[in-house]
């Protein structure tokens, strides 16, 4: 099977660090470029939303202490 359809999950006590400013895309170039070539959207919790899982696109700015699930094309 593909990385890409894998389940890939990160625990919340494991952050991904990124530079102040990241987008969605940046986080998914960081984890794995399977993510970046089938991204469909992502859902987000946190302060840079206006409501918990909001459905967000690639050029979200992300903000400290953001999760992020990210969903990608069959």
Known sequence: SSA?????????????????GSTVIDACDKLHKEFVKN????????????FPGQK?????????????RIILKK
């Open 56 to 68: 967000v696109g690639p050029d979200h700015v992300l903000e400290d202490e953001d999760v992020l």
């Open 4 to 20: 890409a359809s894998d389940v890939y999950k990160r625990q919340m006590n494991d952050p991904l660090v990124i530079k102040k």
């Open 39 to 50: 991204f469909r959207h992502a859902k987000i919790w946190g302060t840079s939303v206006k």
